[in-house]
């Protein structure tokens, strides 16, 4: 069905809060950049209320924000953290918009792939395609009836606002960056809503189905009402011009399955193929019109699939030909072995190979008759590499692990990359080369001890050959450059390139006036490396940093040329690059470059331009606020969400590097709560002479002389976040939400930590204690009311801190770990991996293990010095926990409980080492509240905490902390005046 919605005008900078009748103004016009955020404080209005319940679950967030490529159109989902949301469209030139109501968007976690994206401009700008869900009543009846949810998708020509509205959509494509079509994948009859199998490249992928849910495939023809429908249809896949659409059909019986190829200038239909088979992993090149698929043949005596690689050039008017490669019969056919249906095949860059994935021959299943004695058994064994913990976790990668191989039809010759020997081959840019590697030398003691080292290889994918390239290279960054002719590798301080045909290394930096590896990062690791910023498009140089400033440094050798220049001296560093197109293949020095800047000691974000030929730097923003730079693909228009504490993230128009003109109106939601006055950045010098700082959040009611309650969050460094706004919701994860407990008139602070090697808990106490009190020596903290509260190794630095000061006057330390001897050897289980490289060369930071070194492991154990606590302590650990292992928290309550401490443990059986369930989350929330009410603010003690709650009466006592029903009230009218 075709509609057209109403086109607004720009809303009013104070939308419609939750409750209010949302009225869109014509002209409202544009807002003047907002000032800076002052570092003093300012007095909020005293009208201002507290958030309710209805208020979180009706708090409204921008998302999945969108610049299309031509820079006149910008679109983003405003949703409320539950309840039905909407889609903006706006104009960038006049400021009118167009809304969709889309139902009951799901949380921003990404999305599934293959899904269509939540907002989806094509290539052009000219069309939108939006993602609709099912309205929060009808998602919630069909949860309870256990019925899959569907989304409908809904298309919109921008520039008119003309929609048209498509049901059942699971996956949508614009056809090409310049498209006149789109196509649209419909969900399979009676099933559930489940996206196409993604198709990726690695080995170790999502196994390929056995069987695709096929469906309809309505391919539209934009502008008009010419919609064509193909039936069963398993796979689809569009080439980068977006002429040819490729297409398998699927059936269960297989009769007329194939692969068909629509032509999209004229609508001609082609079989390339069809045999009573199977067809999976179709994919076309990124440069050439080429397209490759697998081909399956079931083998019922072995109980397997036996496939075959199509690859398919050479497509006009004649037709494309056809190449096929079939294992069986070839005699340089790998032994055993069989092309794997799990790894998506492709043509080689310059189109005279094809690669595909091998796996081994899968034997037939012995019939076997029940049996009810069949032991149950892991066996662990010393001599293995990885843990059967590990493997366990890993067990379905290694069950659609593939190895590498290419076929070329010019001689013929199918080539084995990848073996057991070198598992890992990695095709370089061009695919002239490839890069393996082995780590079978280093395995065992890395997955141990951390930082494994393995032997890089140069392979000719031509012959299989292979040359060593680098002995023992610790595991850190390696980056190919765009045109495969070298690689970048870092190598005991230094980066170094290699040339791939020559083997000849070159050491980049070993003449440079500055280091480029990580001097300030405090772990247990020899001259950790920077992290690259990339090639230089032609591969004569790479960009390098020191953690201050941007280096070009020259592939052949020469001397690095500091390009910004002044980032060490002003302490700025200069971050991110902004890429403005995901498509380039390295980054064009003829250009300017655009990089985000940090102060690290003001927390200011910026933005910089940066002269990539002759060097120099232009600062284009530098404020106390947080940027999220963007521009447009093919336009230079600009646009950025800013943001502070106070300050909702609300996008702009940037105009020569300054936002000119507000794009969203969220922040209004603001204008009625209580949030904050602001933040403070507090300076302390640890007590082993560290200069460090915390950031200080201020209650919404500060007044000057007056001190409050004050909650100290930890997790190692922070205040890089001071500028980042925190939306206010019931389920903010397993910390404290500081927006929260700020409206409620508490100071939030969190400092800084710096580590010591073999001292991870002592460190917490030598920075936070002297952090503490210098917060307390601004007047704002009140000393009597200090708590503390940190989760996961947070939590662990909390469950210490108590041992070690009795500054704090309640904590709550969610997942601690509490005995670092025991923990040491434990698992892992969400990865399967011992603990044992977390300790020594990450976050525990001890050198050796605890044989080696007891005494640093006792003296910074919490269960050690358990008789020291006096301070009030909740623990959250849960019996799931696939971190830190429960017996942790379990055994340090046990031991407070012993010692007559104050001690209160949260478990919500089932949860890993966070919250899942909402249900748990706002539950944990309220008492975290609660508890730091009590202690800080001489609250009322319900019962949990004053007298615990015995087993049988714990369904009573949640019941009575269920919230009422809201009452329910009528959908506000909308009201739409056109622009």
Known sequence: ?????????????????????????????????????????????????????????????????????????????????????????????????????????????????????????????????????????????????????????????????????????????????????????????????????????GPGAPAAPARVEASDLLVHRLG???????????????????????????????????????????GAVRVLDSEKALYRRLAWSDTLPQLAVLRGTVDSAASDTAYAVLGFRGFGAAGPKATVMALAGRADAPAGMRVSPDRTPRWTVQGDGLLFGLREKKAAPPK??????????????????????????????????????????????????????????????????????????????GLLEGLPRSDQYVVDPRTGERRLAMKALRQGPVLPSPDGRRVLFFDDGHFHTLDVATLAKRNLTAGASVAFWDTEDDHNVDKPATFPVGWAKDGSAVLLSD??????????????????????????????????????????????????????????????????????????????AAFNPRRARDADVWITSRSTFAEYPDWWKMEHGKPTTRLTSGGGQLAQFKWSAGTRLVSYVTEKGDSLQGVLYLPADYQEGQKYPTITYIYERLTQGRHQFSHPNEVNGVSIHPGLMTSRGYAVFMPDITYKVNDPGMSAVWSVVPAVKAAIATGIVDSARVGLQGHSWGGYQTAFLVTQTNIFKAAIAGAPLTDMVSMYSSVYWNSGLANQPIFQSSQGRFTGNYLQNMEAYARNSPNRFADRVQTPLVILHNDKDGAVDFNQGITYYNTLKQLGKEAILLEYPGENHGLVQRGNLKDYQTRMVEWFDVKLKGAPAPDWIERGVPRLQMDDHLRSRKPKPEPKKEEPKRIATAG
């Open 547 to 624: 953690n201050w400033d941007i280096w070009k440094v020259p592939a052949a050798g020469g001397a690095p040329v500091n390009l910004t220049r002044d980032g060490r001296t002003r302490g700025l560093r200069y971050q991110q690059r902004v890429v403005i197109d995901p498509r380039e293949p390295g980054i064009d020095l003829a250009k300017p470059l655009f990089v985000r800047l940090f102060g690290e000691r003001t927390k200011q974000g910026g933005l910089a331009r940066v002269d990539a030929q002759r060097g120099g730097a232009t600062t284009l923003v530098l404020d106390d």
């Open 224 to 266: 008009t009402h010419d919609v064509l429908t193909v039936g069963s249809v398993g796979e689809f896949a569009i080439d980068d011009d977006g002429r040819w659409l490729a297409y398998t059909v699927e059936r269960r019986d297989l009769q007329g399955n194939g692969v068909q190829l629509h032509d999209l200038t004229n």
């Open 368 to 445: 076997e008759e029940p049996d009810d004695e069949k032991p149950n058994l892991m066996i662990w064994h010393w001599k293995e590499a990885r843990l059967q913990s590990q493997q366990q976790v890993q067990e379905q990668a290694d069950r659609t692990f593939s190895y590498l191989a290419a076929y070329w039809p010019g001689t013929n010759r199918v080539v084995t990359l990848s073996d057991s020997t070198m598992r890992q081959v990695a095709m370089l840019p061009t695919d002239r080369w490839a890069l393996g590697t082995d780590g079978r030398a280093d395995e065992r003691r």
């Open 1 to 201: 069905m075709t509609s057209r919605l109403p086109r607004l005008a720009a809303l009013p900078l104070l939308a419609a809060l939750p409750g209010t009748a949302l009225v869109a103004q014509t002209n409202a016009g544009a807002a003047p950049a907002p000032a800076a955020t002052p570092a003093a404080a300012t007095t909020v209005p005293a009208a201002r209320r507290d958030f309710a319940p209805p208020d979180l679950k009706g708090w409204k967030t921008v998302r999945s924000a969108q610049l299309s490529n031509d820079g006149r159109w910008f679109a983003y989902q405003y949703a409320p953290n539950e309840g039905d949301a909407e889609v903006v469209l706006r104009s960038m030139a006049d400021g009118k918009e167009t809304r969709i109501p889309i139902g009951e968007a799901p949380a921003q976690q990404g999305f599934a792939p293959g899904a269509p994206a939540p907002v989806q401009f094509s290539g052009d700008g000219q069309w939108l395609a939006v993602t609709v869900y099912p309205k929060q009543a009808d998602a919630r009846r069909l949860r309870r009836e256990r019925k899959p949810a569907q989304n409908r998708l809904v298309l919109v020509r921008t520039a008119t606002g003309e929609t048209r509205e498509f049901d059942k959509i699971r996956r949508a494509q614009f056809a090409g960056d310049r498209p006149t079509h789109v196509v649209l994948q419909a969900y399979p009859a009676d099933a559930a809503p489940t996206p196409p199998a993604p198709a990726p490249t």
